[in-house]
């Protein structure tokens, strides 16, 4: 039997909780994110700030991990995997064939954030944005045993997926996730080549400043490749027409087919944060960016506070997808509902329920936008202090849970 560590903890609002866990947090940022070695010391988790090392000073044992920005879930999830147990990433036979990737790229064998990961030493999962969708996939990966072949008879050969794992995740905390996909992604990449455009502004930019990590894809720029022929290659690759990108997964299609099989389990702790910085047009009943939201996004709060999408099982979204952060429409963010087979059990917590586990606790909505939770764009020093008193809060509800 083991024995848990208990640490007494007082907390602001003069309640005590026990520390049962010591439990590591593992942080997977979101879509365009990046790693701890990146951008010249700006934080994806944090900005100016740096959110890992807050959780450290507070007496938690944190990781970030650094995964493909515009990669799949099912991608991420795998790279996120060997990041932290370590290993040569193999992304599965059927998955590479079916979508032509490299299955094991050379340059993704990493030596572990935390070799001794297992059903003896779970962890906490944190996500941002994307992060979150790649948090329930790594989920469903670890417990299920994956085949090699469409007719199910050959299972993979590779250490995640050759079979299940359990119990090797405690919680798993979701900020701003697009759990039901985001209309943003339906607007934009039905106006103009997003991710294309995306791609070929960021190939401008230094490998040592930021990496898009697609080995996978053959993405790699060749010693002295002209841009434009790095472009032009990027461009025409066949990914870009397949359900093997993120773009897909944030879709509210994409999105559905990921709530039809990453499904809660009665092990796990759910927790969701959600955002938003829009208010409604007293004029009109669409939902218009507040003034503290950030300039760069309140294109996509205006586009997204008037805008319907439909399924392409014909039902559509309503008024009540108007509200957003500039990014993802804050009824997403909650937790996942579309899934074919019904919603997810959703329970608010108000700082009296228990927690409850293989359901989404959810934890509020705060008024700021999808940038300023992570520090960056139009925040303030009083966004900076609630972010901070949030993670800490948090953080001491892990370390509080019971023992897996």
């Keep these: 039997m083991r024995m848990g560590i208990f640490i007494l903890i007082y907390i602001s609002t003069n309640t005590f909780i026990f520390s049962q866990n010591q439990y590591p947090i593992v942080l997977i940022h979101g879509f365009m994110g990046w790693g701890t070695d990146e951008m010249g010391g700006y934080k994806y988790w944090g900005g100016e700030h740096d959110f890992e090392e807050y959780l450290e000073s507070m007496g938690n044992e944190v990781y970030t991990v ?41 340059n993704k064998n990493w030596d572990g954030l935390y070799p001794k990961w297992d ?77 294309e455009e995306l791609m070929g502004i960021a190939a401008i930019i230094d ?16 010693k002295n490749e002209p841009w434009k022929t790095y472009f032009d290659r990027l461009k025409n690759h066949p990914a870009w027409e397949t359900k093997n990108f993120c773009a897909w997964d944030v879709s509210i299609d994409g999105a559905r087919e990921l709530n ?84 997810e059990t959703i329970i608010k917590y108000n700082n009296q329920n228990d927690f409850v586990t293989g359901v989404w606790n959810y934890m509020g909505t705060y008024i700021m936008d999808h940038k300023a939770f992570m520090g960056h764009g139009n925040y303030s020093k009083e966004i900076i202090e609630i972010v901070y008193k949030i993670l800490d809060d948090h953080s001491k509800r892990l370390n509080a849970l019971p023992l897996l």
């Design 207 to 222: 490998n040592r400043v930021y990496s898009f990590d697609l080995e996978q894809w053959g993405f790699n720029r060749m």
């Design 66 to 106: 650094s995964i493909g920005p515009i990669s799949s879930n099912w991608d991420r999830a795998i790279e996120a995997y060997y990041q932290i147990k370590g290993g040569q990433v193999d992304y599965g036979k059927n998955h590479s064939n079916k979508y032509k990737i490299i299955q094991k790229p050379k």
């Design 119 to 195: 059903s003896n030493n779970p962890i906490h999962i944190i996500g941002h944005s994307l992060g979150g969708q790649t948090a329930r996939m790594l989920q469903f990966l670890l417990e299920n045993q994956i085949y090699a072949d469409s007719s199910n008879m050959t299972v993979e050969k590779s250490e995640l997926l050759g079979e299940k794992r359990l119990k090797w995740i405690r919680s798993i905390t979701t900020i701003s996730t697009p759990h039901n996909g985001t209309t943003l992604s339906n607007i934009v990449t039905n106006t103009l080549p997003f991710m």
């Design 260 to 343: 039809t099989y990453l499904k809660a389990n009665n092990d796990i702790y759910y927790f969701s944060y959600a955002t938003s910085n829009t208010i409604i047009d007293n004029n009109k009943s669409y939902h218009k960016p507040n003034n503290s939201m950030s300039i760069i996004l309140r294109p996509n709060a205006y586009m997204m506070g008037k805008t319907t999408q439909c399924w392409s099982e014909g039902d559509c979204t309503d008024s009540s997808w108007y509200e957003n952060d500039g990014i993802v429409n804050t009824i997403s963010q909650i937790g996942p509902t579309t899934g074919k087979n019904g919603a």
